[in-house]
């Protein structure tokens, strides 16, 4: 049966100096795809300023702001309707004999196809002493890894606000073994791409009304290419396959295509940002 | 046409225009009081002193002895000084860079070899015995590029941003130096303390400084006088030196730019055409009156339309 | 016959190892120079001095100028250039344009298709790391189609001649490629100083380039425009190339803008006028593909415009060259070019390459470690001259370590022999005489919506400094004027 979310995403920055021109670029509004449907996008900001729609670099839908008076500070408001379709991920068939599946993985054809998923990137490069981490076993499926990796990932760090930032590297988060969503999705990421398997870095909300690990903003997992199945959601930072609870907005090589505010401001001096999620949920009225 | 270059054009005008000013002021000061009539005008200490007036510096100190060579270097060569002759002819250049694709080869070519001249002018010849020839190139190598700038470009847009550039600054300037000459003809009053033939001196290089001593004495056949020097240099249309001509010339060239037949009440047009106005009814009698406050109120005015300007053309 | 009663070549040296774009090598004067030579033995070098003077003054007048910066001062100077020019005969040039054209369209079908279906990587033509490994293959820029299909609507393709006398590719430049306004310059100058030999010989225009570029750009306009708006973008004036930008612009008649002039408002890019936003249709854009967007590309760059990207995917601007034709700019990629000119439009390459030994290929690996005094080695990943070994110039010891290194990771080097640039009589100001300087030849292409064109010319670059064979201006190199001659008829 499906469901029926409200998104409603908070952020309002703060300017030392008076700023005269500026452009923002929000990447938050819920993605139409098989699973969910987008309803109504609501969006307001304290400027009165209209808002524009566009399309990113790689697809996305964009809400573009570009204020012409003056002002210091700005305080902006969106709220989604989404109806999510009940999700069961584990709802196919696979590939018989696993090792089908790797000689999909080592074809030039999917290498290929999916190369920019394959590549290592600022935020999921391996330090070197760490690219034995995780291998995968060429015994079970693709699929079988990616779970035990998943698996992993969520055992090996553990859940703390506070600690990273959005510059922190691999190298500290698996020293640290602390993290966010963002941590977990990029150790995911790097070590699946490690054992060529394209993944892609997922941003979107997660409801969290059933304990789930994530901090009111926005969450983040991955989604990885199976051989015979496509691209597959799974959730480090929880443990589980991405389902009903998740809304996906974007995805990208890692956090840096899909972060949610981008600002350009012609003013010099410092600026603050805060910004926060709420995702509420009641059973569809059919 | 784009409003930064646009932006850029227009100081381009200003600048050239500024530094053929100084340039004059400058060395029509300086050679005149050489053989002035009054003894109090021939002194070094009081034509320096005119000079840093004129140029926006006043020296406050009465008792302050300038030194010649280093005042000198100041106004014309020294280029950590804003309102040098160098100055003002590296922003020329500068602005005129930023603009190469719209002005011709001709004025680029003139202005750079401008530039060239000025920046290798020997510092040390300039202030020992340079002073007349290299401010006498700086005055004809303005009129060229003036040549250059009506002749080889399209009398549109672009060549009206710059013309209104020229006109501003020439108004302002003009002003100023009726203001610097005013300012001497009471300070040497004060010492000899009648108006005599003194005054009549500062009056007629007043007029050299502006290039309109030979239109004047054509003009009114007799020698300066207060009234008839301020009727000259403020309000004859025909002196091409004059407040008046370069408002009419602002005028013209502001109705390239807009060419709505009612010119809106906040836009740059209808002030231009209201200082004019202004002006263009005035008795010299009038201004004689409160000199100070009528140059007073003209900077001022030529102030706001500079701002309107730049409101409603250069913005970007 | 021509004899040495030529005074101002009385005390030219030839080295008869090299290949002398003027005398054969019998010594004698190549028949397209004949005519030439005659008119310049005329002058006496005090004459050619002179004349020489005036051309720089002409240079230095026009502004045609790079800021040298000192302890006090900026001084400007202007590029060396030689009175000399470099002529290329008919035949010759046909063979010089038909392959900068092949190399284009190949180059262009190329950025196409890995792009798009990537077929060539597929077929294990090019191997994928080579566009993996490269900052310019841009995520981007997947499955997007620009405007009439072109991506390096404009490239400039750096030619050599052996000692063979064979012309060879070094590099084909598709990012920014600069240089063209200095050929047209040059040609200027040469005029001023020596307008008299113009009447003896027919050599092409070279100011119909921006011409052709407007032509070219206006092509590729986005759908639904009549007359498109074409701007050029700069980086602003204190760029090296601001002279090119503002020529360009000029010569055009468009409208040379700064990043700070534009901004996107619902997907269109307008300019700020002063009468207000004007819609903006074609960017020639001179500055970096990642600068020209913060939303998209490098946040901290400031001399783009935000949403300029989402403008262009949208079909409501045309950029040229398009974003992400970087990647085939490349070192590792050019090795590639024979393979790729076969690839797509089944040709063998009209202009050699140089050739290329991968360490990775059992068979090259061999021969290169058994030749490698006669080969430069370089690393496939580095740029800038880094890590390159030139083989004959190496001691015993340093040879051993060299062939250790390729030995231990093959797939990482690449070697190719070395090459010897033809020499051109170069006036020498320190002696007063004319020398042999090595030159090359950078020739500028352009390609549109069924439009190609190769500018009749070109830049010639000298390497002024005696058996240096560098010839970018940065490292002191000058040039020449470029004549590619009309006809067969008459010698020049």
């Known amino acids: 049966m499906p469901l029926d979310y409200v998104v409603t995403y908070r952020a309002e920055n703060h300017y030392d100096t008076l700023v005269n021109r500026a452009v923002w670029q929000f990447l938050i509004i819920p ?12 969006f307001e900001n304290s400027l009165g300023v209209p808002v524009q729609h566009s399309v990113n670099g790689l697809g996305f839908t964009t809400l573009q702001l570009h204020p012409n008076v003056p002002f210091s500070d700005v305080r902006f408001r969106a709220t989604f309707k989404v109806m999510k379709q009940e999700v069961n991920p584990f709802d196919f068939i696979p590939l018989e004999d696993p090792s089908g599946g790797y000689r999909q993985i080592e074809s030039l054809e999917l290498k290929a196809q999916f190369e920019p998923f394959l590549r290592v990137t600022p935020y999921t490069r391996l330090p070197d002493d760490r690219q034995e981490l995780y291998i995968f076993d060429r015994e079970i499926s693709v699929f079988d890894n990616l779970l035990a990796l998943n698996q992993w990932v969520y055992r090996h760090l553990f859940f703390q606000s506070g600690i990273t930032h959005i510059d922190t590297t691999l190298k500290e988060v698996i020293e640290s073994r602390q993290g966010v969503c963002q941590d977990f999705t990029h150790l995911f990421c790097g070590l699946a791409r490690r054992n060529q398997i394209p993944v892609r870095y997922v941003s979107g909300y997660l409801h969290q009304g059933n304990g789930y690990f994530g901090d009111s903003q926005m969450h983040a997992w991955a989604e990885a290419y199976v051989p015979g199945v496509g691209w597959i959601g799974f959730d480090p930072t929880n443990d589980i396959l991405a389902g009903s609870n998740h809304i996906k907005v974007a995805h990208g090589k890692d956090y840096g295509d899909c972060s949610p505010l981008k600002g350009v401001i012609f003013a010099p001096g410092n600026n603050r940002t805060s910004h926060s999620v709420e995702v509420t949920a009641q059973q569809a009225q059919q | 046409m784009l409003a930064r270059v646009a932006n850029n054009l227009y100081w381009m005008g200003r600048y050239i225009e500024r530094s053929e000013h100084v340039a004059r002021f400058m060395h029509v000061n300086y050679f005149s009081s050489l053989d002035a009539p009054n003894e109090h005008s021939q002194k070094r200490q009081f034509v320096l002193r005119s000079m840093r007036f004129m140029v926006g510096d006043p020296v406050s100190d009465p008792n302050e002895v300038l030194d010649e060579e280093q005042l000198l270097y100041n106004l014309g060569m020294n280029p950590d000084i804003p309102y040098s002759i160098i100055s003002n002819v590296q922003w020329a250049r500068e602005n005129a860079n930023s603009a190469r694709d719209l002005i011709s080869t001709e004025l680029y070519e003139a202005i750079n070899k401008f530039y060239h001249f000025v920046l290798n002018y020997d510092v040390d010849l300039f202030v020992k015995r340079g002073l007349y020839d290299f401010c006498v190139n700086i005055t004809e190598m303005t009129t060229i590029l003036r040549g250059k700038i009506r002749g080889t470009l399209l009398h549109d847009e672009v060549y009206a941003i710059i013309m209104m550039g020229m006109n501003l600054e020439r108004a302002t300037q003009i002003i100023r130096i009726i203001y610097t000459k005013y300012n001497d003809v009471l300070l040497a009053r004060g010492v000899t303390g009648t108006e005599d033939a003194g005054q009549s001196f500062e009056w007629v290089t007043l007029l050299k400084c502006a290039e309109s001593y030979d239109m004047m004495r054509r003009f009114y056949k007799k020698a300066p006088n207060t009234s008839s020097t301020l009727e000259f240099l403020i309000l004859n249309p025909d002196c091409p030196r004059s407040v008046i001509n370069s408002l009419n010339q602002i005028t013209k060239h502001i109705n390239v730019l807009d060419q709505s037949k009612n010119p809106k009440k906040d836009s740059t047009a209808f002030l231009v055409e209201k200082v004019r106005a202004d002006l263009k009814f005035k008795y010299v009698e009038e201004i004689h009156e409160d000199i100070r406050n009528f140059i007073e109120t003209k900077l001022n005015d030529l102030v706001n339309i500079a701002q309107k300007m730049e409101k409603e053309y250069f913005n970007y | 016959m021509i004899t040495t009663n030529n005074q101002i070549f009385a005390s030219y040296q030839k080295d008869p190892t090299l290949f002398d774009e003027v005398f054969d090598a019998q010594g004698e004067v190549r028949e397209v120079y004949e005519k030439l030579f005659e008119l310049y033995g005329n002058h006496t070098i005090s004459n050619y001095v002179q004349l020489n003077n005036k051309a720089k003054a002409s240079f230095f007048n026009q502004g045609i100028t790079f800021q040298v910066y000192g302890e006090h001062e900026t001084k400007e100077k202007i590029f060396p250039f030689d009175l000399f020019p470099r002529i290329i005969g008919p035949a010759e040039w046909d063979h010089i344009e038909k392959g900068a054209i092949q190399r284009s369209r190949a180059l262009n079908l190329f950025l196409w298709d890995i792009y798009h279906e990537k077929k060539i990587i597929k077929d294990g033509i090019v191997p994928l790391e080579l566009l993996s490994s490269s900052a310019n293959y841009l995520h981007q820029m997947f499955d997007l189609d620009p405007p009439g299909g072109i991506y390096n609507h404009i490239s400039g393709t750096d030619i050599i001649k052996h000692a063979d006398g064979q012309y060879y590719v070094l590099e084909d430049n598709i990012r920014c490629p600069s240089g063209v306004s200095y050929v047209v ?68 008649g468009v409208e040379l803008v700064e990043g700070r002039d534009l901004f996107v408002e619902n997907d269109f890019v307008y300019m700020k006028t002063i009468k207000g936003p004007e819609r903006v249709d ?61 690839y797509y439009l089944d040709e063998s390459p009209i202009l050699k390459n140089v050739h290329t030994y991968h360490c990775n290929r059992p068979e090259e690996l061999r021969y290169v470690l ?123």
């Open chain 3, 185 to 252: 310059c040059n040609r200027t100058a040469l005029k001023r100083a020596l307008f008299g030999v113009f009447n003896h010989c027919q050599a092409h225009t070279v100011t119909n380039y921006a011409e052709n570029l407007l032509e070219i750009l206006e092509s590729v306009k986005p759908q639904g425009v009549d007359i498109p708006n074409v701007v050029v973008i700069t980086p602003g004036m204190y760029n090296s190339a601001y002279y090119e930008h503002s020529y360009l612009a000029k010569a055009m």
């Open chain 3, 370 to 492: 058994e030749h490698i005094t006669e080969l430069v080695v370089k690393p496939v990943d580095e740029s800038g001259g880094y890590g390159i070994s030139i083989g004959n110039r190496l001691s015993k010891a340093e040879i051993a370590a060299v062939k250790e290194q390729i030995k231990k990771e093959p797939r990482k080097y690449i070697a190719q022999p070395i090459m010897s640039l033809s020499v051109h009589p170069t006036y020498i100001d320190e002696s007063e005489s004319f020398e042999q300087r090595h030159v090359d030849l950078r020739t500028f292409t352009l390609l549109g919506k069924d439009k190609e064109f190769v500018l009749k010319g070109g830049l010639s670059r000298v390497a002024l400094k005696k058996g240096n064979l560098v010839v970018n201006s940065s490292q002191g190199g000058g040039s020449k004027d470029t004549w590619v001659l009309k006809n067969d008829q008459g010698p020049c």
């Open chain 3, 282 to 342: 074609v960017i020639y854009r001179r500055v970096d593909d990642l600068f020209i967007d913060p939303l998209e590309f490098r946040p901290d760059s400031a001399l783009g415009v935000p949403g300029l990207f989402a403008a262009y995917r949208k079909g409501n601007v045309c950029l040229a060259n398009a974003p992400g034709t970087g990647v085939a700019d490349d070192k590792a990629v050019y090795t590639y070019m024979p393979e790729i000119i076969k």
């Open chain 1, 31 to 42: 993605e139409d795809n098989d699973s969910q449907e987008l309803v109504s996008v609501d």
